[in-house]
C-alpha cells in the first residue's frame, strides 16, 4: 500500500493532473518566500504520492503539532498516484517528494540530478507471506511454487526479486501470478502457495480472520533502501537552510508519533478523509512504528544498504553500474 507502481495508464495520470490542479494556486513545487508578520515564510511541497493515509503520520503530525511552522515553513502536502515522483519533483510540481531509494537510483541512473536526505522507512516494508503449515520454511524454499503479487511493478516485484537474487534463484524457478491488490483472499483461496505483501498490511488482515501465517521480511535477507525526502541538488544548493528545517521538523514528528501512537492517530484523523475505525488504524501505525525506527537514528541513510541495493539492482539489470552512490544520498540534513 506504501509503493506506486512505476508505470499508469494516461488516464491514471490525467487523473492525477486534476488533483494537482484543484489544489490552493501557489503551493507548487518552488520554494518562494512571502512576509508575515515581518517573518519571512517559506512555502514548500511535498508530493507524497498514493492517498492520504496513516503511513504519513509523521508529516501530519509534524503539521498539526506546529512543526514546520515553528521552522518558518508553510507546508503543502501533495497527494495522488504519479508515474515518476522523482522526475515531477525536478520539472517543479514539489520542492520534495517522498520516494523509495530504488526509485531514485533509477532516476539518477536517467541523470536526474535528486538526492535522499532522510529515509523514513528504516526498513523495506515487504515480506513473503505463507501459511503456518507451509513446506516453505524460508525464501529458499519458494523454487516450483506459485507466488501471488499485484503485477511485475513497484516495491512488491523489487522486493520478489530480491528474495530471488539472495537464494540464487531466478523468476523461471518460481510460479509467478499477477494477482493485483488481491493478496490476502488469494492466500485464503488456496490460489497461491505464498504471497508478497507489506509487512504492516496483510499479516494484519489475515490475523483479524485468525489465520495463522509465517513472514520472511526481505530487510532480513537483502539490504534495500525505502521511502525517503528527496530533494533536487538545485535546492540543495540554494537554499540548504530550508532542507535542514524540513527535515528536522519532519524527524520531531515522526519521534512524536514514535513516543505517542494514540495522540498521531487523533492528529493525523483531519488528513486522511474517512478513517473511521481508529482500532485498526493504530494497528497498523503500531506496525508501521518497527519499521521507521529500523536498528538505528530516526532518518538515517545506510552506506551499506545504498551499496548492497545498487548492486543488486545492476546485477537486475534495472539500472547501469554508479560510480558513486554515495552521490545520491546525505546524513548532513538530518542533525
Given amino acids: 500500500m506504501f509503493r506506486r507502481p512505476r508505470s499508469f495508464s494516461l488516464l491514471v495520470f490525467g487523473l492525477w493532473l486534476l488533483s494537482i490542479s484543484l489544489l490552493a494556486s501557489g503551493c507548487g513545487g518552488s520554494t518562494t518566500t512571502t512576509t508575515a508578520s515581518s517573518n519571512r515564510v517559506q512555502q514548500v511541497s511535498i508530493g507524497l504520492g498514493y492517498i492520504p493515509d496513516i503511513q504519513f503520520a509523521p508529516f501530519y503530525v509534524a503539521q498539526s503539532k506546529g512543526y514546520y511552522s515553528e521552522s518558518g515553513l508553510n507546508v503543502t502536502f501533495h497527494h495522488g498516484i504519479v508515474p515518476d515522483l522523482v522526475g515531477s519533483m525536478v520539472a517543479g510540481k ?13 532516476a539518477r541512473n536517467e541523470h536526474i540530478q535528486a538526492k535522499n536526505v532522510a529515509t523514513i ?13 507451509s513446506p516453505i520454511k524460508s525464501p529458499a524454499d519458494l523454487k516450483g511454487h506459485s507466488v501471488g503479487i499485484p503485477g511485475p511493478y513497484g516495491s512488491s516485484y523489487t522486493a520478489l526479486l530480491a528474495f530471488l537474487y539472495k537464494e540464487h534463484l531466478s523468476l523461471s524457478d518460481i510460479k509467478l501470478q499477477s494477482i493485483g491488490f488481491t493478496q490476502v ?4 483461496a488456496h490460489r497461491v502457495d505464498a504471497i508478497i505483501g507489506y509487512s504492516n498490511n496483510e499479516p494484519l488482515q489475515l490475523a483479524r480472520r485468525n489465520v495463522q501465517v509465517r513472514t520472511f521480511a526481505v530487510s532480513d535477507y537483502q539490504p534495500l533502501v525505502s521511502e525517503g525526502i528527496i530533494v533536487p541538488e538545485t535546492t540543495l544548493q540554494e537554499q540548504p537552510q530550508v ?18 501512537p ?40 545506510d ?3 545504498w551499496q548492497a541495493m545498487e548492486q543488486f539492482m545492476v546485477a537486475q539489470k534495472m539500472i547501469g553500474p554508479i560510480q558513486n552512490v554515495s552521490d545520491a544520498y546525505t546524513n548532513q540534513y538530518t542533525k
Fill in 185 to 188: 483472499a488469494a492466500l485464503l
Fill in 262 to 301: 494514540e495522540d498521531a492517530i487523533t492528529l493525523s484523523k483531519p488528513y486522511i478523509p474517512g478513517m473511521t475505525n481508529t482500532q485498526q488504524t493504530l494497528e497498523i501505525l503500531k506496525a508501521t512504528i518497527p519499521i521507521w525506527q529500523g536498528n538505528g537514528t530516526l532518518g538515517i541513510n
Fill in 94 to 106: 514539489n520542492t520534495f517528494v517522498m520516494a523509495g531509494g530504488d526509485e531514485l537510483l533509477t
Fill in 243 to 260: 532542507v535542514h528545517e524540513f527535515v528536522l521538523a519532519t524527524l520531531k514528528g515522526l519521534q512524536y508519533v514514535v513516543d505517542h
Fill in 303 to 305: 552506506e551499506a544498504a
Fill in 121 to 133: 522507512f528504516q526498513k523495506y516494508p515487504i515480506s513473503l507471506i505463507v501459511p503456518a503449515d
